[in-house]
């Protein structure tokens, strides 16, 4: 008896051991490490789209769309829709599907590019939208039908998606702003053209950046530069939205420009005051 009841404490599984940091793991980083901040990343959709939903991202209940998020503008960005709809090739026949299962180009095909962003998407300190031809702009979660449409950047502007953006970002008191697109795409021009000081001035917004790619390579940007888009992308939610340390050049080969939007706003000004060019 004294052997088998040896044995059996030998052999007995021992109890784990529950650091406070081991408590921690799994945890929303809000308090931790994001400090108060809430951000928002803003990523394009893509040219290459699948008609049948293979990776289900999300489910029909989980279901979030911009137009829960903003108040005033929330009919341009309706009206916008039904506008374009006509020539967007809006298959209405294919299902009902989330917009980051929708999308199927080099960005989304990133390893671990869809559950990175799953795995953040529900935190309430972080928000994410994709800038699309058809939509405007939408949440990954957001259940569109299959089309083809290329964004058209005179399009939204004309019909007020900056608008819509800068009331998203007051409304979800966004303090850091992050977008990520190709250098010259119509998606630089959209966030190139939101009201950046009006912005800084009357929202808790603190930050506000746009990555790109300066292309290095010979051929196959069109695979190449969204690629790298998505890898910076899932770099950026593995280090915990440090802008400072989430990437080092050359990054996938390329390198990585980005534009402060703040900076330039101080551009302006400094140019505007010397009388260089017209100040609205």
Request: charge should be positive.
């Amino acid at each position: 008896l004294f052997f088998f009841l040896q044995r059996s404490l030998i052999h007995k599984k021992p109890k784990p051991i529950v650091t406070k940091e081991l408590k921690d793991i799994g945890k929303s980083l809000t308090s931790t490490k994001l400090r108060g901040k809430k951000i928002l990343i803003i990523f394009p959709c893509s040219a290459k789209k699948q008609k049948n939903d293979i990776y289900e991202s999300f489910k029909e209940d989980e279901e979030r769309k911009v137009i829960d998020y903003i108040v005033n503008t929330k009919d341009y960005l309706l009206n916008s829709r039904k506008e374009i709809e006509p020539n967007s090739y809006i298959d209405k026949n294919s299902g009902l599907i989330a917009a980051l299962d929708r999308y199927n180009g080099s960005l989304y095909g990133v390893d671990s590019f869809r559950e990175s962003v799953r795995d953040v998407y529900f935190r309430k300190d972080i928000h994410i939208l994709i800038m699309s031809g058809a939509y405007g702009i939408l949440t990954p979660s957001e259940r569109i039908h299959y089309y083809r449409k290329l964004i058209n950047a005179k399009y939204w502007k004309d019909h007020r998606l900056p608008a819509v953006i800068e009331e998203y970002i007051k409304k979800n008191k966004i303090t850091h702003i992050y977008g990520f697109f190709a250098r010259t795409s119509a998606y630089i021009k959209i966030m190139k053209s939101i009201s950046w000081l009006k912005l800084k001035e009357n929202t808790s917004l603190k930050v506000a950046r746009t990555y790109y790619i300066n292309f290095q390579s010979k051929g196959g940007a069109l695979r190449i530069v969204p690629e790298t888009l998505g890898k910076l992308i899932v770099s950026f939610i593995k280090y915990n939205f440090n802008h400072n340390n989430f990437y080092t050049i050359p990054f996938n080969g390329q390198d990585v420009g980005v534009i402060d939007h703040f900076a330039d706003i101080k551009k302006e000004t400094s140019t505007c005051q010397m009388g260089i060019s017209k100040c609205v």
